[in-house]
């Protein structure tokens, strides 16, 4: 279970910020057998951003990366003495140590970018959990599956059942749960289109010719529901109609990671 660490392995400012970063990990769960979209985009974004700020880091694949999670959520870094989870927190983590990608940027631009990032987390992030776990297709011929593959019978058929149950709770806070299929996608076209028009004719978010935080998390997130195979992929059929955001992806796949045979229309 979550333990109560994750405010003081953040909390910097009564450390010293010159100490040096090294031995760095990230845990996620598997990638081919067991990750799902929604822990997938994040921690591809997580990865992004820690390529594109310089940092060498060792991925730990673990079936039970959730549970060892200050938050309860994926992925998180090892960074001693800090475990640190989620893409915000490791953002402001290694900022705090000198690591970031925004920091000359105005208040205002700074400001701008954390609502766009406030906006990817608030439409992306919910939308993916509602395909994954409430839609029924998607939850019984690949949800179940993956999610439980690792743990043996009965304890995946309770793990799978706790864990919906914990975001069915979240959504329907939200007000998610009880949205439509069609209503799910309007919210992720209408936050494409959002992102479309601030991108415009740029290479990367800031308009700069370097990509920041906005430009890694959109990349987790966009490349990974175009790459991901599901039952009527209506996500992807979604973000593939928005050119300027599949070819920025496209940028940074092959800026920071090794060429991979993924065709993006």
């Known amino acids: 279970m979550p333990c ?19 031995n760095i990990t990230l845990y996620q769960p598997y990638e081919v057998e067991q990750i799902l979209l929604p822990d997938n985009a994040n921690c591809l974004a997580v990865q992004a951003f820690l390529k594109m700020v310089g940092i060498e880091f060792q991925i730990e694949p673990r079936s039970n990366a959730e549970y060892m999670s200050p938050s309860g959520r994926v992925p ?15 953002v402001q983590f290694l900022g705090n140590k000198g690591k970031s990608l925004s920091e000359h940027l105005s208040t205002n631009s700074k400001a701008e970018m954390r609502a766009y990032i406030s906006l990817v987390n608030n439409i992306f992030v919910n939308a993916e959990l509602y395909i994954c776990w409430v839609d029924k297709n998607t939850l019984n011929e690949v949800t179940k599956p993956r999610h439980g593959s ?23 806070v939200l007000g998610w749960y009880n949205k439509t299929i069609d209503q799910v996608c309007d919210e992720v076209k209408q936050c494409c289109t959002a992102l479309s028009a601030k991108l415009e004719n740029n290479e990367y978010f800031s308009g700069e010719k370097t990509p920041n935080e906005l430009d890694a998390l959109v990349f987790g997130h966009i490349f990974t ?27 940074i796949e092959n800026s920071i990671f090794s060429p991979q045979a993924i065709e993006m229309k």
């Open 225 to 251: 529901i175009i790459t991901t195979p599901l039952p009527g992929n209506k996500l992807a059929t979604i973000v593939q109609g928005y050119p300027l955001l599949t070819r920025l992806c496209k940028r």
């Open 4 to 22: 109560p660490l994750l405010m003081e392995s953040i909390n910097l400012e009564l450390e010293g910020q010159e100490q040096e970063l090294k």
């Open 76 to 90: 998180f870094i090892k960074c001693d003495p800090y475990l640190v989870s989620e893409f915000d927190n490791i």
């Open 150 to 172: 690792v743990y043996p019978w009965p304890l995946n058929h309770f793990l799978n059942w706790q864990k919906r149950k914990e975001v069915i709770k979240k959504l329907s």
